[in-house]
């Protein structure tokens, strides 16, 4: 049976205040205590109005103009209506009738950036958060800080036909919000929530079969997981001749399993009427001008550029892409290296030193590029040596990780090491890995009697005698041409 899936995102965005009141929007609720950024606003109390946030409109309309919607130039609030004691007004401010924005489209790369794929946006509606309901002992206590936050609700239209595509759908949308400084986007801090919905057909032609929403999922794994678990699930029923209705789904994910939470509600069971304390939301000539002014970047058009311009392999992209103070980063040194004639080689050629081993060393400690003890002027010039050719692959990583642990200039390092002395020449080598085989005629036996893989430790021996400056390939032939 084919596999039908669509998604409902909620983004936090990144905002000073809550979405209708002065509250500060706190973004990480793990230092905060209870019930601290809260007033008569966000916590429903009788009298108090909601005044609509400027930067809340201002990341909303950048968030459409990202995701290629039609900005549509009035808008509408109105109530949805549910009583959860997290909802402390007894309903949520949301867009059913007249979003800001609407028919968008992302496009993203699959199977290692060799495919694309174009999902459609129904609509992206401005809403708030509820508060969080905190379970404890036999207790149900309330933390309001979270309610009134601001949320964009992103609503895909069900273009999807496998978990791969929804997970990698979503680390575009996860790039695209942080790219441009919209959200921060971290699943497991909620500050992005994804309900997926999944329903089975026998055909492309067929009806849409019944779906089932599945709710509680923070983590990319996760997501994979429900979705093949639920694609299973329903299968069997299916094949059983078994029937089920439209309903909301709970995962837990340590189970391996879901539950079931509720049965899926319609519109009409949340009661939606126009908001009566909210005028429409009118987007002037000289907004819209200015929306259409800002920058937006698109990680799919630079990694598209990447591919397509540069030949960069999946490595490189992976590296570049995985954080946006690294593709400023990346994009800062070539952009300011002046001395190249050939822009393709620049650009690789920077693309794999922070490949590797400028990526390492951050995921190894930790950190962020900001942290790195040598200037970008200091990589441009490593990099001018590089291109120049004068010193080989060896010494250039030995140059580097020099830098990185040091901060040093690559022209000192180089001087130190004596990297700038002329080449030797093969028969200098040859005499150096002669005398290595000589102190070391145990090693030579074992080679002998089969044991090839101490070649290494000869190899070894002649980079440290040459300060690094032989090949290892070429340092190769000519210990097994010694060792005939």
């Known amino acids: 049976m084919l596999l039908t899936i669509g998604l409902e995102i909620h983004i936090k965005l990144k905002s000073t205040n809550k979405m209708f009141c002065q509250c500060k ?61 997290d909802l402390p007004m007894g309903y949520q401010i949301t867009q059913l009738y007249h979003p800001t924005n609407t028919k968008g489209q992302v496009s993203f790369f699959l199977n290692n950036y060799t495919h694309e794929k174009i999902i459609n946006i ?26 009134g936050t601001p949320l964009v609700e992103i609503v895909t239209l069900p273009d999807f036909r496998n978990a791969e595509e929804v997970i990698e759908f979503l680390k575009e949308l996860q790039r695209i919000v942080r790219y441009n400084d919209i959200a921060d986007a971290d699943l497991e801090k909620g500050q992005m929530r994804v309900d997926v919905n999944i329903s089975l057909r026998e055909s492309e032609n067929d009806p849409y079969g019944t779906r089932a929403e599945i709710k509680n999922i923070n983590s990319f794994g996760m ?90 392999n999946k490595e490189y992209i ?8 690294v593709l400023d980063y990346f994009l800062t040194i070539v952009s300011h290296c002046k001395e190249w004639n050939d822009e393709a080689i620049l650009w690789k050629l920077t ?74 020449d093969s028969d200098e080598i040859t005499i150096l890995a002669k005398q290595i085989l000589e102190e070391n005629t145990t090693i030579v036996e074992q080679y002998k009697w089969g044991k090839t893989t101490t070649i290494w430790f000869f190899i070894g021996q002649l980079m440290k005698k040459t300060w690094g400056k032989t090949s290892p390939k070429i340092a190769q032939e000519i210990f097994e041409e010694l060792l005939k």
């Open 318 to 325: 992976n590296a570049l892409i995985s954080d946006k103070e």
């Open 351 to 424: 693309a794999k030193r922070i490949s590797w081993p400028i990526a390492a060393r951050l995921k190894e400690n930790f950190t962020t590029i900001d942290t790195l003890k040598f200037t970008p002027w200091q990589f441009n010039e490593f990099l001018v040596k590089a291109q120049a050719g004068s010193l080989i692959e060896n010494q250039l990583k030995i140059v580097m990780e020099e830098m990185l642990s040091t901060g040093r200039s690559s022209e000192e390092i180089i001087k130190e090491k004596w990297f700038d002395t002329p080449t030797m």
């Open 122 to 147: 129904q609509d992206a509606h401005m809403e708030n958060d509820t508060g969080k309901m905190i379970h404890d002992h036999g207790q149900a206590l309330i933390d309001f800080n979270r309610a």
């Open 223 to 312: 997501i994979k997981r429900a979705i093949e678990h639920e694609q299973a699930r329903q299968e069997k029923i299916y094949q059983s001749g078994k029937t089920f209705t439209q309903q909301t789904r709970g995962r837990d994910d340590t189970k391996s399993e879901s539950y079931l939470m509720r049965s899926k509600e319609d519109a009409l069971d949340y009661r939606y009427f126009p908001e009566p304390d909210l005028p429409p939301l009118e987007i002037t000539n000289e907004r819209y001008k200015r929306l259409d002014e800002q920058t937006i970047v698109i990680p799919h058009e630079i990694i598209k550029k990447f591919k397509e311009e540069y030949g960069f």
């Open 25 to 85: 929007n706190q973004q990480n609720f793990d230092d905060l205590l209870p019930n601290t950024n809260i007033c008569p606003v966000c916590t429903g109390q009788p009298g108090a109005l909601p005044t609509l946030s400027d930067e809340v409109v201002k990341k909303s309309l950048l968030l459409g103009k990202a995701l290629k919607c039609t900005i549509n130039r009035i808008s509408t609030f109105d109530r949805k209506s549910y009583f959860y004691p």
